[in-house]
């Protein structure tokens, strides 16, 4: 079985600070790990993936995310945030060797990003 | 926007009914999943369908079930609705091959209200 656990439930920071949101997931086998941006009345937006290779992912719109095997993290990171970027941030795993076609993603609960200008 | 479309916006029904959510894939991808999102929870998996059969499911009863058609559109049918039915659903596509997965594109979402 696989999950994603979402420590905190909101993250407050102000704007021009550095932001961080954290996930730690587990899997059986290796980790294929996403995350996901939410804003209000809207599905889900794709920010960045880590299949395999450097453990610092680049994404969208400044993201970043660090990927810790040893201590099965993957923490969403932003060394600037905006105001534009309060929304709802889910953390997202497969296990890459869970079986050929099926494509389960487990979500996290998400955590609440509120940039204070 | 991804190019995953979905319809109805909103809809609202009564428990014991049966409801019907689309979903339009993006472009060139073969395969569609269904999440169920409650309110303050993240998405949870309902079902994938690859190539126009059901190729993996999550937790769900088999009163939800599914369709993908040739072109890749797909339906979520949900019989004997129940007031813990209320949720988002979300649909997303991406194209993948065996042993090769890439990164799923969300819908908007259908927000289902029973009563």
């Known amino acids: 079985a696989q999950s994603v656990a979402q420590p905190e439930d909101q993250v407050n920071v102000a704007e021009g600070n550095p932001l961080t949101v954290k996930c730690t997931y587990s899997v059986s086998g290796n980790p294929y790990l996403f995350w996901y941006v939410q804003y209000p009345n809207r599905g889900l937006q794709f920010l960045l993936k880590y299949i395999t290779g450097d453990n610092l992912v680049k994404g969208s719109y400044g993201f970043e995310a660090e990927f810790n095997k040893s201590q099965t993290s993957f923490h969403l990171k932003k060394p600037s945030a905006l105001v534009s970027d309060s929304a709802l941030y889910f953390c997202a795993v497969r296990d890459l060797y869970s079986g050929a076609g099926s494509y389960q993603l487990t979500f996290g609960k998400g955590t609440k990003l509120s940039v204070i200008p | 926007e991804t190019g995953v479309t979905q319809s109805p916006t909103h809809l609202i029904k009564t428990r014991g009914q049966q409801v019907t959510l689309r979903c339009s894939s993006q472009?060139?991808?073969?395969?569609v999943s269904w999440y169920q999102q409650a309110l303050g929870q993240g998405p949870q998996f309902i079902f994938q369908?690859?190539?126009?059969?059901?190729?993996g499911r999550g937790n769900f009863p088999p009163r939800f079930s599914g369709l993908q058609f040739p072109n890749y559109s797909s339906e979520l049918n949900v019989n004997a609705l129940e007031l813990d039915d209320s949720a988002l659903y979300l649909c997303?596509?991406?194209?993948?091959?065996?042993?090769?997965?890439?990164?799923?594109?969300f819908g908007p979402g259908t927000r289902l209200t029973v009563l």
């Open positions: 997303a596509s991406s194209l993948q091959f065996p042993g090769l997965s890439n990164e799923q594109f």
């Open positions: 369908y690859y190539r126009e059969e059901e190729n």
């Open positions: 472009s060139g991808h073969n395969t």
